[in-house]
């Protein structure tokens, strides 16, 4: 599987340092994968895209190289991986960002309780700005309700 977003150059070396990887299999065939992504300087540069702070105690990374095989869109798998990201994440906070124009994205996220924050800053790969969802954890949401 290739998404086109996806930049091969040092990708490998990228890999090597998420947290999680997911990886969903249909009769032995790859269908949908996943990641949470581990880069604290990108997490820093995103923080002050969006204006909002991003703290690495709170949030445990980004989720990407979300991707379905196009025969497999629209089954449900990329909802299994989320799923599987989420929940061996021990429900720590979580982030993603997603262009303007991505409204199927942007639904999918909402479905998996990310919210978006702050402002939106232009995309360096296509043309369209790009937006910061969160995902909190259950325990900091909680906190924040009593304060």
Not at 87 to 96: K, M, R, V
């Amino acid at each position: 599987m290739r998404d086109p977003q996806v930049t091969p150059n040092g990708l490998s070396g990228r890999i090597a340092q998420v947290h999680l990887l997911a990886f969903l299999y249909k009769n032995g065939e790859l269908v949908a994968t996943g990641a949470v992504k581990c880069n604290p300087e990108h997490q820093a540069h995103l923080a002050e895209d969006a204006g909002i702070p991003l703290p690495q105690a709170q949030y445990l990374g980004e989720i990407g190289y979300l991707h379905t095989a196009d025969s497999h869109r629209r089954q449900g798998y990329g909802d299994r991986v989320m799923e599987g990201l989420i929940q061996a994440s021990e429900d720590a906070g979580l982030f993603a960002t997603i262009q303007l124009k991505n409204e199927p994205s942007r639904q999918f996220l909402a479905r998996h309780g990310f919210i978006r924050t702050g402002k939106s800053w232009p995309s360096n790969q296509v043309d369209d700005d790009v937006n910061l969802y969160i995902r909190q954890a259950p325990r900091a949401a909680n906190d924040s309700r009593h304060e």
